[in-house]
């Protein structure tokens, strides 16, 4: 446990008090849904207390990092200054703490724009960033539930939700948010014909 704590002092270092405590609140949601889906719990909980390391820095500081990366950036990335702490964070705790983890380097760079054929383990970050217990927006306590319950719909319903925050801030919606989208759309569109089909033979 000694590492998270060093985690956690370094964290305080770098963040608000607010976003410290948002940081703890996606760690824990992250390791509940490890745990109910069969994934490495303590790894969860890291990506999770990892996942805005880099949000509060200057963002000429986050640009550089998310450069240095040599990640692949489309245009909604580099234009929306808000979106630069995922690539910074990944490159940051890569080549800064040191950890070679892909899948949780993958889930601190995706968590915000997420992108289709993610890992269930990214989804999970993804999904505990979304549901963390500081969030209020107006679905969260339908996705809170779905996310233990219909992991796919609570997906479905997280990404419509950050699209249609995007439209309204009028700003650009990441290619790979809409391949997200695209993904969870047909998912559940298969889901619900083949619900209609077996409810059709039922009577
Ligand atoms: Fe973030
Ligand atoms: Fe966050």
Same mark, same amino acid.
């Given at each position: 446990m000694d590492y998270i704590d060093d985690l956690k002092t370094l964290l305080?270092? /770098?963040?608000?008090?607010? /976003?410290?405590?948002?940081?703890?609140?996606?760690?824990? =949601? &992250?390791? *509940?849904? +490890?745990?109910k889906y069969g994934e490495d719990i303590e790894k969860a909980y890291i990506a999770g207390l990892l996942h805005d390391i880099c949000k509060e820095i200057e963002p000429e500081e986050q640009?550089? #990092? #998310?450069? /240095?990366? $040599? #990640?692949?950036?489309?245009? &909604? *990335?580099? +234009?929306?200054?808000?979106?630069?702490?995922?690539? &910074?964070? =990944?490159?940051f705790i890569k080549n800064e703490l040191h950890i070679d983890d892909e899948e949780i380097i993958n889930a601190v760079r995706y968590h915000t724009v997420g992108r289709s054929g993610m890992s269930k383990f990214e989804e999970i970050i993804y999904l505990a960033d979304n549901i963390s217990e500081d969030r209020d927006f107006k679905d969260v306590e339908k996705i809170r539930k779905l996310a233990f319950t $219909?992991?796919?719909?609570? #997906?479905?319903? =997280?990404?419509?939700?950050?699209?249609?925050?995007?439209?309204?801030?009028q700003s650009y919606i990441p290619d790979k948010t809409m391949d997200l989208y695209n993904q969870y759309t047909y998912l559940c569109s298969v889901r619900k014909k083949s619900k209609e089909k077996n409810d059709g033979k039922k009577q």
């Open positions: 305080k270092k /770098r963040l608000s008090k607010k /976003r410290y405590n948002h940081s703890l609140n996606v760690a824990s =949601a &992250a390791s *509940e849904l +490890a745990k640009e550089q #990092m #998310m450069l /240095r990366g $040599d #990640m692949e950036l489309s245009g &909604a *990335e580099l +234009a929306v200054k808000a979106l630069w702490h995922g690539p &910074a964070g =990944a490159y $219909d992991f796919e719909k609570a #997906m479905y319903e =997280a990404v419509c939700y950050s699209i249609s925050s995007i439209v309204k801030k």
